[in-house]
């Protein structure tokens, strides 16, 4: 029998495909895993940007509009470079497809901009095909601090890294840039089926 949840939203939920990528193993806990401090954010100062390769600005929505955006429930396994993975999580948020909507873009990447200058880069076509959200809660709840809150990315196909807590924005790029862990030596894609773990990988 399919597994249909109608969430709070009122959209079907996908479920966990219960697969475990290569070298993973599975938790029942939430592991938190922030390079440096938990920011805090005040809603009213909170917004959110789409930006062009210059830093033009071609989209922002402040809180209050993006909560005024339809988002959708989403069930997803995430997987992190430091092997765990949790299977099923649940999730609401605004899907980068809608953000997206709007701009006509011929960029073929992606920077995510959040706070404490942390960065992470991706390219448009894997945050395009409802494959990434915006994500403002987790397990019906308001997402936590610790985890991101108010908001972060969700793309749940590639290493958790790639999900950017505290997100604020996105620069398109028409060339790749590496981000914060792709800098340092991480993989600059981060499929975890092909364990694409470190550079060369
Ligand atoms: N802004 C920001 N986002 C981040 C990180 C971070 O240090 N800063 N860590 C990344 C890594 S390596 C992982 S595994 C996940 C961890 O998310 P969690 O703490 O909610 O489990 O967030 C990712 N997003
Ligand atoms: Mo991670």
Same mark, same amino acid.
């Given at each position: 029998?399919?597994?249909?949840?109608?969430?709070?939203?009122?959209?079907?939920?996908?479920?966990?495909?219960?697969?475990?990528?290569?070298?993973?193993?599975?938790?029942?806990?939430?592991?938190?895993?922030?390079?440096?401090?938990?920011?805090?954010?005040?809603?009213?100062?909170?917004?959110?940007? $789409?930006?062009? *390769?210059?830093?033009?600005?071609? %989209?922002?929505?402040?809180? !209050?509009?993006?909560?005024? /955006? @339809?988002?959708? &429930?989403?069930?997803?396994?995430?997987?992190?470079?430091?092997?765990?993975?949790?299977?099923?999580?649940?999730?609401?948020?605004?899907?980068?497809?809608?953000?997206?909507?709007? $701009?006509?873009? *011929?960029?073929?990447?992606?920077? %995510?901009?959040?706070?404490? !200058?942390?960065?992470?880069? /991706? @390219?448009?076509? &894997?945050?395009?095909?409802?494959?990434?959200?915006?994500?403002?809660?987790?397990?019906?709840?308001?997402?936590?601090?610790?985890?991101?809150?108010?908001?972060?990315?969700?793309?749940?196909?590639?290493?958790?890294?790639?999900?950017?807590?505290?997100?604020?924005?996105?620069?398109?790029?028409?060339?790749?840039?590496?981000?914060?862990?792709?800098?340092?030596?991480?993989?600059?894609?981060?499929?975890?089926?092909?364990?694409?773990?470190?550079?060369?990988?």
């Amino acid at each position: 029998m399919p597994f249909v949840n109608k969430g709070f939203h009122g959209r079907p939920r996908q479920p966990s495909t219960g697969l475990v990528p290569p070298g993973q193993y599975v938790v029942d806990d939430f592991p938190v895993l922030t390079a440096g401090r938990t920011p805090k954010l005040s809603l009213d100062l909170w917004d959110f940007t $789409i930006t062009d *390769e210059s830093g033009a600005r071609l %989209a922002r929505w402040t809180w !209050d509009q993006f909560q005024a /955006l @339809p988002s959708e &429930d989403i069930t997803a396994d995430i997987h992190c470079v430091t092997k765990w993975t949790k299977l099923g999580t649940r999730w609401s948020g605004v899907s980068v497809d809608k953000l997206l909507s709007g $701009i006509d873009t *011929e960029a073929n990447f992606v920077m %995510a901009l959040a706070e404490l !200058d942390y960065t992470t880069n /991706l @390219p448009i076509a &894997d945050v395009r095909g409802n494959q990434a959200w915006v994500a403002f809660e987790f397990d019906g709840k308001e997402l936590a601090p610790e985890h991101g809150g108010p908001a972060r990315l969700l793309v749940p196909h590639l290493y958790f890294w790639k999900s950017a807590k505290w997100v604020r924005g996105l620069r398109l790029l028409n060339n790749d840039q590496p981000g914060f862990w792709e800098s340092l030596g991480y993989n600059n894609y981060g499929d975890p089926w092909r364990e694409q773990r470190y550079q060369g990988d």
